[in-house]
């Protein structure tokens, strides 16, 4: 069973780039932020709850995050999965030691973590961009964006030394044609096993 992290700042390609690896490695895609936004968007209580972290561009708190992956992941596991591609997801370096004891139960392990790289100037133009069709209210404001990045800085990119430890932290060129990157990402894959 194969866990892939897909790793990178918001506007860095992992929504794009996970839907392609998940049709062509048959893996179940999870991302953190589809299952919120859904939650939102039936009116779900959790949904109620986070929406004030989503339109801040905030972090929902570890203990809601955990608990609604390890629930998506159960309820949509298949035996004609290869594995999971985790999007957006970890986000925290609690994040990532719940995925492991999340996996070590299940006799699983992270495989490879696979980080988009893109600057920021990019990045911003790219969620701006994103917000003028996407209707996401977190892509179209810029305050909220720029929060977004700084708070990847702070939160989420010391989670590149905590796989780079474990000698599976893989970077990968973010910026190039779609088809590119995916041919990067694919190359990494096909080094598994
Ligand atoms: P992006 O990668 O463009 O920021 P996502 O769809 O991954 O977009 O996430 C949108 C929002 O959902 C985040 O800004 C955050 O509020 C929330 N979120 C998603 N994943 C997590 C997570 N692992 N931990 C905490 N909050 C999360």
């Known amino acids: ?22 049709e062509h490695f048959k893996l179940l895609h999870v991302s953190t932020g589809d299952i919120f936004r ?26 809601l995050t955990i608990r609604m992956l390890g629930g998506y ?10 594995g999971v591609i985790y ?8 994040q990532a030691k ?3 004891s999340f996996l070590e139960e299940k006799r699983s392990s992270v495989n490879v973590v696979l980080s988009l ?6 990045l911003v133009k790219r969620l701006i961009n994103r917000g003028l069709t ?31 430890s474990q000698k599976k932290f893989v970077s990968i060129r973010g910026v190039g044609t ?3 990157i995916f041919a990067h990402l694919c190359d990494e894959m096909y080094k598994l096993d």
Do not use: H
């Open 1 to 22: 069973m194969l866990n892939i992290i897909l790793f990178g700042p918001p506007g860095s390609g992992k929504g794009t780039q996970a839907i392609l690896l998940k």
């Open 38 to 63: 859904n939650e939102i968007k039936n009116a779900t209580n959790v949904g109620k709850e986070v929406k004030q972290f989503l339109d801040a561009g905030k972090l929902v708190p570890d203990e």
């Open 73 to 82: 992941v159960d309820a949509n596991s298949a035996p004609e999965l290869q």
């Open 87 to 94: 999007d957006g997801f970890p986000r925290t370096v609690p």
């Open 98 to 100: 719940a995925l492991d």
């Open 117 to 122: 790289e893109v600057n920021d100037e990019e």
């Open 134 to 164: 996407s209707g996401r209210s977190d892509d179209s404001n810029e305050e909220v964006v720029r929060n977004r990045l700084k708070v990847y800085y702070n939160q989420t990119a010391p989670l590149a030394d905590f796989y780079l």
């Open 178 to 180: 779609i088809d590119e």
